[in-house]
Protein backbone atom coordinates (compact mmCIF):
# COMPACT_ATOMS: atom_id res chain seq x y z
CA UNK A 1 0.00 0.00 0.00
CA UNK A 2 2.68 2.24 0.68
CA UNK A 3 5.14 0.92 -2.00
CA UNK A 4 4.78 4.26 -3.49
CA UNK A 5 6.57 6.25 -1.16
CA UNK A 6 9.76 3.82 -0.91
CA UNK A 7 13.06 4.87 -2.25
CA UNK A 8 14.69 2.68 -4.73
CA UNK A 9 17.94 1.09 -3.79
CA UNK A 10 20.53 3.66 -6.09
CA UNK A 11 18.16 6.25 -4.58
CA UNK A 12 18.74 5.29 -0.72
CA UNK A 13 22.48 4.91 -1.47
CA UNK A 14 23.29 7.97 -3.09
CA UNK A 15 24.91 10.99 -1.21
CA UNK A 16 22.41 13.86 -0.45
CA UNK A 17 22.64 17.57 0.31
CA UNK A 18 22.91 17.39 4.30
CA UNK A 19 24.40 14.20 4.66
CA UNK A 20 27.30 15.70 6.97
CA UNK A 21 25.05 17.01 9.79
CA UNK A 22 24.24 13.59 11.07
CA UNK A 23 27.50 11.76 11.48
CA UNK A 24 27.14 9.06 12.37
CA UNK A 25 23.54 8.59 11.80
CA UNK A 26 21.80 5.96 14.46
CA UNK A 27 18.71 5.66 11.40
CA UNK A 28 18.57 6.96 8.22
CA UNK A 29 14.56 6.79 6.59
CA UNK A 30 14.49 6.83 2.60
CA UNK A 31 11.27 8.31 1.42
CA UNK A 32 10.66 9.05 -2.56
CA UNK A 33 7.29 9.76 -4.70
CA UNK A 34 6.81 11.36 -8.08
CA UNK A 35 4.50 14.35 -8.39
CA UNK A 36 3.19 15.85 -11.42
CA UNK A 37 4.97 19.04 -12.41
CA UNK A 38 8.78 20.20 -12.83
CA UNK A 39 10.78 20.48 -10.47
CA UNK A 40 10.62 24.71 -10.46
CA UNK A 41 6.73 23.92 -10.08
CA UNK A 42 6.55 21.67 -6.69
CA UNK A 43 9.79 23.27 -5.19
CA UNK A 44 7.61 26.26 -3.78
CA UNK A 45 4.87 23.65 -1.81
CA UNK A 46 8.25 22.20 -0.83
CA UNK A 47 9.25 25.63 0.77
CA UNK A 48 5.91 26.25 2.46
CA UNK A 49 5.59 23.19 4.36
CA UNK A 50 4.67 23.28 8.12
CA UNK A 51 3.20 23.89 11.17
CA UNK A 52 2.25 27.43 11.39
CA UNK A 53 2.40 27.84 7.81
CA UNK A 54 0.61 26.29 4.98
CA UNK A 55 0.64 22.80 6.94
CA UNK A 56 1.16 18.91 6.13
CA UNK A 57 -0.43 18.60 2.34
CA UNK A 58 -3.19 15.62 2.94
CA UNK A 59 -5.83 14.46 0.67
CA UNK A 60 -8.78 16.14 0.53
CA UNK A 61 -11.00 12.89 2.30
CA UNK A 62 -8.79 12.98 5.03
CA UNK A 63 -8.47 16.49 5.37
CA UNK A 64 -12.65 16.42 5.13
CA UNK A 65 -12.13 14.97 8.52
CA UNK A 66 -10.06 17.76 10.32
CA UNK A 67 -11.37 21.49 11.25
CA UNK A 68 -11.04 23.39 8.60
CA UNK A 69 -8.47 26.00 10.57
CA UNK A 70 -6.48 22.58 10.52
CA UNK A 71 -6.23 22.16 6.87
CA UNK A 72 -3.46 22.71 4.58
CA UNK A 73 -3.47 25.29 2.25
CA UNK A 74 -4.52 24.88 -1.15
CA UNK A 75 -2.42 27.41 -3.02
CA UNK A 76 1.43 28.96 -3.23
CA UNK A 77 0.89 31.27 -0.73
CA UNK A 78 3.51 34.12 -0.92
CA UNK A 79 4.74 35.00 2.57
CA UNK A 80 5.86 31.56 2.83
CA UNK A 81 8.19 31.55 -0.06
CA UNK A 82 11.10 33.56 2.28
CA UNK A 83 13.50 30.85 3.12
CA UNK A 84 16.99 31.31 4.02
CA UNK A 85 19.92 29.53 6.11
CA UNK A 86 19.40 29.79 9.58
CA UNK A 87 15.42 30.44 9.50
CA UNK A 88 13.19 28.62 12.20
CA UNK A 89 10.28 26.67 11.25
CA UNK A 90 7.84 25.23 13.56
CA UNK A 91 7.42 21.49 13.89
CA UNK A 92 4.88 19.22 14.95
CA UNK A 93 5.85 16.64 17.65
CA UNK A 94 5.94 19.67 20.67
CA UNK A 95 5.05 23.17 21.36
CA UNK A 96 8.80 24.08 21.26
CA UNK A 97 9.96 21.79 18.61
CA UNK A 98 11.33 23.35 15.10
CA UNK A 99 13.74 22.75 11.90
CA UNK A 100 16.44 25.05 11.29
CA UNK A 101 17.01 25.73 7.08
CA UNK A 102 20.56 24.47 6.85
CA UNK A 103 20.63 24.87 3.44
CA UNK A 104 18.37 25.70 0.42
CA UNK A 105 19.05 25.30 -3.51
CA UNK A 106 16.12 26.21 -5.27
CA UNK A 107 14.39 24.40 -6.94
CA UNK A 108 16.70 21.27 -6.24
CA UNK A 109 17.05 20.75 -2.59
CA UNK A 110 16.01 22.60 1.02
CA UNK A 111 17.89 20.86 3.77
CA UNK A 112 16.39 21.09 7.71
CA UNK A 113 18.35 20.10 10.94
CA UNK A 114 16.70 19.43 14.61
CA UNK A 115 17.90 19.11 18.08
CA UNK A 116 15.08 17.28 20.33
CA UNK A 117 16.91 16.33 23.34
CA UNK A 118 20.01 15.12 22.95
CA UNK A 119 19.08 13.62 19.28
CA UNK A 120 20.29 15.78 16.27
CA UNK A 121 17.90 15.50 13.06
CA UNK A 122 18.66 16.42 9.59
CA UNK A 123 15.66 16.50 6.81
CA UNK A 124 16.51 16.55 3.15
CA UNK A 125 14.47 17.43 0.57
CA UNK A 126 15.60 16.76 -2.97
CA UNK A 127 13.74 16.99 -6.18
CA UNK A 128 14.47 16.40 -9.53
CA UNK A 129 13.07 15.81 -12.91
CA UNK A 130 11.61 12.31 -13.49
CA UNK A 131 11.46 12.17 -16.89
CA UNK A 132 13.39 13.66 -19.81
CA UNK A 133 11.29 15.98 -21.81
CA UNK A 134 9.78 19.38 -20.82
CA UNK A 135 7.11 19.72 -18.24
CA UNK A 136 8.13 15.99 -17.30
CA UNK A 137 6.84 15.13 -13.42
CA UNK A 138 9.24 15.19 -10.33
CA UNK A 139 10.86 12.43 -8.25
CA UNK A 140 10.31 14.24 -4.64
CA UNK A 141 13.46 12.28 -2.64
CA UNK A 142 13.00 13.27 1.45
CA UNK A 143 16.18 11.69 3.59
CA UNK A 144 15.37 11.66 8.05
CA UNK A 145 19.03 10.88 9.89
CA UNK A 146 18.83 10.79 13.50
CA UNK A 147 21.90 10.96 15.29
CA UNK A 148 22.49 10.14 18.95
CA UNK A 149 18.87 8.79 19.59
CA UNK A 150 18.21 7.74 23.12
CA UNK A 151 16.39 4.50 21.61
CA UNK A 152 17.48 4.08 17.82
CA UNK A 153 15.36 0.60 18.13
CA UNK A 154 12.07 2.83 18.65
CA UNK A 155 12.83 5.35 16.21
CA UNK A 156 13.56 2.54 13.35
CA UNK A 157 10.18 0.78 14.65
CA UNK A 158 7.55 3.52 15.48
CA UNK A 159 9.04 6.26 14.25
CA UNK A 160 9.31 4.19 10.81
CA UNK A 161 5.69 3.31 10.87
CA UNK A 162 4.72 7.16 11.53
CA UNK A 163 6.82 8.42 8.98
CA UNK A 164 6.06 6.23 5.84
CA UNK A 165 2.08 7.15 7.01
CA UNK A 166 3.00 10.89 7.16
CA UNK A 167 4.71 11.12 3.73
CA UNK A 168 2.41 8.72 1.98
CA UNK A 169 -0.22 11.14 3.25
CA UNK A 170 1.96 14.34 1.99
CA UNK A 171 2.80 12.42 -1.46
CA UNK A 172 -1.35 12.25 -2.03
CA UNK A 173 -2.16 15.77 -0.73
CA UNK A 174 0.64 17.08 -2.84
CA UNK A 175 -0.06 15.60 -5.83
CA UNK A 176 -3.97 16.46 -5.57
CA UNK A 177 -2.33 19.93 -5.52
CA UNK A 178 -0.23 20.24 -8.35
CA UNK A 179 -3.03 18.27 -10.98
CA UNK A 180 -5.48 21.20 -9.36
CA UNK A 181 -2.76 23.99 -10.23
CA UNK A 182 -2.17 22.44 -13.24
CA UNK A 183 -6.16 22.51 -14.10
CA UNK A 184 -6.26 25.57 -13.23
CA UNK A 185 -3.64 27.15 -15.21
CA UNK A 186 -5.54 25.13 -17.86
CA UNK A 187 -8.45 26.73 -17.57
CA UNK A 188 -7.09 30.08 -17.50
CA UNK A 189 -4.92 29.04 -20.97
CA UNK A 190 -8.48 28.10 -22.83
CA UNK A 191 -10.04 31.58 -21.12
Known amino acids: MFSHVTATRAEG ?3 RPGDDIVVPADVVMDRAFT ?11 MRQLGKGRAGWYLPRNVERCLPTRRRALRHIEPRWQHLSP ?24 LVYRSQRGRALISWSIVLRPAGTGAGEPTRV ?10 RPWLVRTAG ?28 RDRA
Open 13 to 15: GEQ
Open 35 to 45: VPGTPEMVFPW
Open 86 to 109: GDTVPDYGGAKETFTVASIDPPHS
Open 141 to 150: LLRLRVGAAR
Open 160 to 187: EALDVLTIAAVAAGLAERMQDASSQGAS
